[in-house]
């Protein structure tokens, strides 16, 4: 079981308290465990990736074991603690300003 810790507003959206538990099939990577989160909850399309074009939106973070993986290819396989279900997946929206 994957777990997915989302930032406040799309837990809103997605009408979720606390972690979203996920079953991914195959190799646990980025866009598997996006593909299955939207799957689940269809409401979230088009509010972390671009609906066209399948690229994260630019003030959503990727992060797993303390690491950014934001910038990384969608193929990219996920840490093992995240695919144990020890550690979760968390996407962070990005604060700017000036």
């Not at 190799?27 to 593909?35: E, F, N, R, S, Y």
């Amino acid at each position: 079981m994957i777990r997915v810790v989302l930032p406040a507003h799309l837990r809103v959206l997605a009408g979720v308290r606390g972690e979203v538990e996920l079953d991914v099939p195959g190799p646990v990577t980025l866009a598997a465990v996006l593909d299955a989160l939207e799957a689940r909850h269809p409401v979230l399309r088009g509010t972390i990736r671009d609906r066209a074009t399948g690229r994260r939106r630019a003030f959503v973070r990727f992060y797993a074991c303390q690491e950014d993986l934001s910038h990384d290819p969608p193929a990219t396989p996920l840490p093992e603690p995240v695919v144990k279900g020890t550690e979760p997946f968390m996407v962070v929206g990005a604060m700017a300003g000036g």
